[in-house]
């Protein structure tokens, strides 16, 4: 059986030629293929003092020092005498001193491994590639991820590169049942990508069901893990998303011991995990690690209304001026009154114009250089804001529900996106339908949430459906020692995780 | 069979639609003319519905795997089975209906000063399209979530109003007589049976551990919510109670001593809202069953279309207006709960023979072969 190799030059190599090419011929078709690009360095020299070699690699990928010193000068001093047969198991055993080195058949494997920071050996005529890791790929150093700093507790977070996060799961999980299964996608990207999960802990179906998903990607390239987030979920197109995110080792950590399965994209410091509960997006590291117990349910049952008041508050602000102005007690009803006397808008339009100019100055600020931000500080809140209320037109209320809803929606960071679209939604419903509007809307996108699944588990357990265990870390959190038992709602193999403490 | 729901789920809904849209009007429409002896006959009544609702969960863990349709073919064949469903169906339309009509006139009465009828009807009617659509697995999930609102609400009520009843007026017992109740009960009927709702859910439950005690309580203190709450309606209110139309808001705005924390009526009011809205949601899934079923119509969007604009004729002939509503219930259609209950009560009692007569065959032949 032949196996065909394709070049765009329209050269096609059987593998059992590969053996009568020369030095000369091989190198043509690894300059052709790389198309004469100029970071693309080959090295002839002569290796054991007699067998013409012929070394490829990247300039700029690889560590140059290191492969002077542990292959070419190995190589070129040995003068051992060795048969042309044994010349690659030789070099690869008894000469070359780099820790991870590989034999290759073909073209496109040595190509493969060129591309990832190997270098390539061939010795004329033998047949065979010698190819060693020597990639020396930079990278950012490890640092504390700016969207998820912790006040008391471990500060170390992923960067870009692969290497770096597997190492940094690997530290803290010293199991041999941490697996790490590696592989490239992207059709020119070819970036690797990493499932990890804990053998006797993740289940078996959620674990083919990803790889498989992984797998079927057919894509021109992987920019960031958003686009492995994006294949990973089962309603893409959903408002919500359905697949966790972390920067912190620690966190992926606890996810894979509760049974889920975390994705390492390379060039990514964003680790995915799956199966992913909305509820992951209310708890935060500082619960786990310095907080009582009281105090983090107190925490979380304040980040619940503080999201309940992002999204609910303008809606009902406007519904209740326009349509249910007998709700407020009289001495409130007097002050909103005086207040939006003269305003020559409509509750609606009022609030949504507040809205609009807020999420304007959040773009705004994000994109703006640092040393704008306090000029457009002093624009947005005093000269817009102000101005826009002793001009009379926005009233004072109206820019203090958006202003505090503005900063509520930032009690839950990573649902920030999704809200601030719901906060719009309500705000429309309530002006057009009033309460009742609000209430539809509200069953609406309740029956919606509980109909989304992730990766079989129910996207708003532990609560519908109820699972009392789970709950234990709930909006309510229990005590660590309280919590025995891996999460029911995420499938796993090993149920129990505590038993002393 | 995919079991849908989990008992608590088939629990919570149950006691959601048992007492939803009992608070609105129906208090104001029962004690109009029955005065006390009202409540006490309707005591009775809701002994009957949870004994029949009792029976029912029994016939429902006999038979964890069939649904109603399946048992009642096997137990009457088909036609028969055809006939009940339509029989059903019917019973959900009018059910809807009495639903939406009164839900509406409550909001005019408290929340709005205008609303239109169209814009009131139209996102009810697609919420119950997009939640039948999506099964009843969401269903049981909303209403698991929303629960504590609801009853929250029942409890704030409760307790805000009791210190303004005056409980004397539950004296002498049957004053206005009892002939009389049952007759105003039996006119109303329509309002009651929720509880038929039940029989759509078999063979879809996940039964959880001890769900027959548990059902037999949350579902007794339910019916006990009820009257409770119908007997502290008649004495905050024993003689204006004609004109006091909307009980579950009107009883707590009333009570002068909560006035300085706002009008709690408004909360209680949304909260409520939640549970009509559950309510209709679910009878609009009753409907779309018996539709699908009747018709062996395979895609649910068209079964719960059909059901939804079936329903907005019905209300188009009623003209959106409650006093039509109740000549309506009042009139030709309150047969229907009288015939739905005895087709119950007979489907029940054939079961229960068939499944004894079964069980002694097996008992018999268990005999002769040992």
Redesign the interface.
């Known amino acids: 059986m032949y196996c065909f190799f394709y070049f765009p030059q329209n050269n096609t190599i059987r593998k059992d030629d590969l053996d009568k090419l020369t030095n000369k011929e091989i190198k043509s078709i690894f300059v052709d293929k790389f198309h004469n690009s100029t970071d693309f360095k080959v090295r002839e020299f002569v290796s054991l003092q007699k067998f013409d070699s012929i070394l490829f690699f990247f300039d700029n990928i690889v560590d140059v020092k290191r492969l002077d010193k542990e292959v070419i000068e190995k190589l070129m001093q040995d003068s051992q005498e060795v048969a042309v047969d044994d010349i690659v198991n030789y070099a690869c055993r008894c000469c070359i001193t780099v820790g991870q080195g590989e034999i290759l058949d073909t073209v496109s494997d040595a190509v493969e491994k060129l591309l990832n920071g190997f270098c390539v050996l061939y010795f004329n005529k033998c047949g065979k590639f010698l190819c060693f890791d020597v990639k020396n790929f930079q990278s950012r150093s490890i640092a504390e991820p700016p969207t998820s700093a912790v006040l008391k507790g471990p500060r170390e977070g992923f960067n870009e590169s692969i290497a770096t996060n597997i190492m940094l799961l690997r530290k803290r999980l010293k199991n041999s049942d941490l697996v790490i299964s590696q592989m490239p996608v992207g059709k020119y990207s070819q970036t690797q990508v990493a499932i990890v999960y804990i053998d006797s802990i993740a289940s078996d179906e959620v674990v083919n069901k990803v790889s498989k998903k992984i797998q079927e990607i057919d894509i021109d390239g992987i920019i960031d893990s958003f686009y492995i987030q994006k294949a990973l979920e089962e309603r893409s197109y959903s408002l919500f998303q359905q697949v966790g995110t972390a920067e912190k080792p620690d966190v992926i950590m606890s996810k894979l011991l509760e049974g889920r399965v975390a994705i390492i994209v390379d060039g990514s410091p964003i680790v995915l995990t799956v199966p992913y509960l909305l509820i992951e997006d209310l708890q935060s590291s500082n619960d786990y690690y310095f907080a009582r117990a009281p105090r983090v349910t107190f925490l979380r049952l304040l980040r619940m209304f503080g999201i309940l008041i992002a999204i609910y508050l303008p809606g009902i602000y406007v519904a209740v001026q326009v349509?249910?102005y007998?709700?407020?007690?009289y001495k409130f009803l007097v002050t909103i009154t005086n207040a939006t006397l003269g305003i020559p808008f409509t509750p609606l339009v009022e609030i949504l114009f507040i809205i609009l100019l807020f999420e304007g100055l959040t773009e705004a600020s994000l994109r703006m250089p640092s040393y704008l931000g306090l000029a457009l500080s002093i624009v947005g809140a005093l000269i817009l804001g102000d101005t826009a209320v002793n001009a009379g037109l926005v009233s004072s209320p109206a820019v203090m529900i958006v202003a505090l809803t503005g900063v509520l929606l930032f009690t839950v960071p990573d649902q920030e996106a999704q809200l601030s679209i719901l906060r719009l939604i309500f705000t429309l419903v309530g002006g057009?339908?009033?309460?009742?509007?609000i209430?539809?809307?509200?069953?609406?996108l309740?029956?919606y949430l509980?109909?989304l699944d992730s990766y079989g588990t129910?996207f708003?357990a532990p609560?519908?459906?109820?699972v009392r265990e789970d709950k234990k870390d709930g909006f309510r959190r229990y005590d660590l020692r309280a919590m025995k038992y891996r999460p029911k709602s995420i499938p796993n193999k090993n149920k129990i995780r505590l038993k002393k403490l | 069979m995919i079991k849908d729901i989990t008992g608590r789920q088939a629990i919570v809904m149950m006691a959601i639609v048992m007492c939803a849209t009992k608070f609105f009007i129906l208090p104001s429409n029962l004690i109009t003319n029955g005065h006390q002896s009202v409540i006490y006959v309707m005591l009775l009544f809701f002994v009957i519905e949870f004994l029949l609702l009792l029976v029912m969960v029994r016939v429902s863990m006999l038979h964890p795997d069939k649904t109603f349709y399946q048992l009642l073919t096997e137990s009457v064949g088909v036609v028969i089975a055809k006939i009940v469903y339509l029989l059903f169906f019917c019973f959900f339309i009018i059910k809807l209906s009495i639903n939406i009509i009164e839900t509406y006139t409550f909001f005019l009465g408290t929340l709005y000063d205008e609303l239109s009828s169209v814009l009131y009807v139209l996102p009810i009617l697609l919420l119950a399209f997009y939640m039948t659509y999506i099964g009843l697995r969401s269903i049981g999930r909303s209403a698991e979530l929303l629960w504590v609102f609801v009853f929250l609400g029942l409890a704030v009520t409760l307790i805000v109003a009791i210190p303004n009843a005056d409980f004397g007026y539950m004296l002498p017992i049957f004053d206005g007589g009892a002939n009389n109740a049952i007759t105003i009960l039996s006119n109303n009927s329509l309002w009651f049976g929720d509880y038929f709702v039940y029989l759509f859910f078999l063979g879809k439950i996940k039964f959880d551990k001890n769900y027959f005690p548990k059902f037999a309580i949350i579902s007794g203190l339910v019916m006990l919510g009820i009257v409770f709450f119908m007997t502290l309606f008649y004495c905050i209110f024993p003689y204006i109670s004609g004109i006091v139309h909307y009980g579950v808001s009107d009883i707590t705005h009333i009570t002068t001593h909560i006035n300085n924390i706002g009008q709690l009526d408004w909360l209680n009011v949304t909260l409520w809202t939640f549970a009509s809205i559950i309510q209709t949601v679910i009878f609009a899934y009753c409907a779309e069953r018996c539709l699908s079923d009747l018709f062996n119509i395979k895609y649910k969007y068209l079964s719960s279309s059909i059901s939804l604009i079936i329903l907005v004729v019905v209300l188009m002939l009623l003209d959106f207006r409650l006093t039509k509503l109740i000549m309506f219930v009042q009139g030709p259609v309150h047969f229907l709960f009288p015939v739905l209950l005895v087709i119950a009560l007979n489907i029940i009692t054939v079961h229960f023979i068939v499944r004894h007569k079964e069980k002694r065959q097996k008992k018999l032949a268990g005999v002769i072969y040992d």
Not at chain 1, 432 to 437: A, E, H, K, N, T
Not at chain 1, 439 to 444: E, H
Not at chain 1, 463 to 466: D, L, R, S, V
């Open positions: 349509f249910h007998k709700v407020l007690p057009i339908l009033g309460l009742y509007g209430i539809c809307a509200s069953v609406f309740i029956a509980t109909n129910p708003l609560y519908a459906p109820n």
